[in-house]
């Protein structure tokens, strides 16, 4: 695929344009935290708790008078950090063993495959939470709760599209010209298959930081003094009849959040997909 046919493509999706523009924002936000921010999101004033919307307090203040402005960013900033971080270990091990699994075949893939079976025989969420209940909370525990079990999507993704690519003419000029399997694997059919994984990687940030955030609403997720708008949300549940911002600001910028790159990942799908 021409570079210049994907950028005229994508001067003309709605979708990623959008999307482009909301999660920009957002991140430009949310990495700018320590300059718009007005407080540390850990600054106490116990003497200005529920206060609401006002010139020195943009969002309100919650039950131990932390600003919530300055708490929503900061809480972006970390949420959007491990969801990212979460994507990377899956998508580089998935492509890898869908890549190889697709290509091989037989016992390869069989052994593969039947992996990625027993992991998506279980519910993604309960699997998640009784991870990171075993090898802990926070941080750490994501990474290796999401290491552990998304990398099956993208071996799915890849080896089918694996698949198609190794019964093509090309594939067969390859093997005629002499080239070894490793060159065949990582020159030609990676570089053609692996669009499909980036384009589900926008899909599963979303996913990751919704999960971040269930975790932090039960306690399991980012710990205590950072941030996080699953704690934000649990939270301000106590007081949602009588402060809502509390629960209901942070709940609507995971909304916004999920809209901004789940329309980037539609828009890359149509701009990526072969012609």
Do not use: C
């Not at 060159?183 to 990676?190: A, C």
């Amino acid at each position: 695929m021409r570079a210049g046919g994907v950028i005229s493509r994508a001067k003309h999706s709605p979708a990623l344009i959008a999307g482009t523009v909301i999660t920009s924002v957002l991140v430009a936000m949310f990495l700018l935290a320590p300059v718009i921010a007005r407080y540390s999101p850990d600054q106490q004033n116990l003497l200005a708790t529920f206060q609401g919307p006002s010139a020195a307090h943009w969002l309100g203040t919650d039950d131990l008078g932390r600003d919530v402005w300055s708490r929503l960013l900061y809480a972006g900033r970390t949420d959007i950090e491990v969801g990212v971080g979460a994507v990377i270990i899956p998508f580089l091990l998935g492509s890898l063993l869908g890549t190889v699994s697709g290509y091989f075949g037989g016992w390869v893939d069989a052994v593969v495959m039947r992996v990625v079976d027993i992991v998506l025989a279980f519910p993604f969420y309960v699997l998640i939470i009784a991870l990171v209940f075993v090898v802990g909370e926070g941080t750490r525990g994501i990474f290796i709760a999401f290491a552990i079990t998304d990398w099956v999507v993208y071996a799915r993704i890849v080896r089918a599209a694996t698949l198609v690519a190794r019964e093509q003419d090309w594939v067969a000029a390859a093997y005629g010209g002499g080239l070894k399997h490793s060159r065949v694997l990582f020159r030609h059919i990676l570089p053609n298959t692996i669009t499909q994984a980036i384009v589900y990687v926008m899909s599963d940030i979303v996913l990751v930081i919704l999960a971040v955030v269930t975790l932090g609403y039960l306690g399991l997720g980012i710990q205590p003094p950072s941030p996080d708008w699953g704690s934000m949300i649990d939270s301000g549940q106590s007081f949602i009849t009588t402060h809502p911002w509390l629960s209901t600001v942070p709940g609507i910028t995971v909304v916004v959040t999920g809209l901004g790159l789940s329309l980037v990942g539609d828009g890359l799908a149509d701009v990526l997909r072969p012609q």
